[in-house]
């Protein structure tokens, strides 16, 4: 599910909204995870991360999300959104490896709901 290009998420036809960041982790000097990341004064959005493919082991997502984090208090933002998950399990399960989860029922009432936080591999349940 790799995109064709990192034009599939940013576009040059038209002015962005928002402050485009860009975080990257390095291994000494290989890249190996890097994060898209929409940030206005109140807010930040984690719009798109990726990893090098021989960390997977590494649960560089979840690294990634907690310097998105540590960035946005140190910008001053009052609102982090990790971007969206499935209710399903998915690939995008470690964004459930946090506390205090909530998700959005659309369905009958609009309401968020607790959402209990998923393990990871190398925890016990």
């Not at 982790?25 to 890249?31: A, H, I, P, T």
């Not at 997977?56 to 933002?77: D, F, K, N, P």
């Not at 959402?115 to 990871?120: F, L, N, S």
């Amino acid at each position: 599910m790799r995109p064709d290009s990192i034009f599939d998420f940013i576009t040059t036809t038209h002015g962005l909204p928002t402050r485009g960041l860009l975080l990257d982790v390095y291994d000494g000097d290989k890249l190996i995870a890097s994060s898209l990341i929409d940030h206005t004064p109140k807010s930040m959005s984690s719009i798109y991360a990726m990893f090098h493919p021989d960390y997977g082991a590494y649960s560089l997502g979840v690294h990634t999300m907690l310097l998105e984090i540590y960035a946005a208090r140190q910008l001053g933002v009052t609102f982090y959104y990790p971007g969206f998950a499935h209710h399903e399990p998915s690939f995008y399960d470690y964004k459930k490896r946090f506390n205090n989860l909530q998700w959005l029922d659309w369905r009958d009432a609009v309401d968020w709901l607790p959402y209990g936080r998923v393990k990871g591999k190398t925890e016990k349940e």
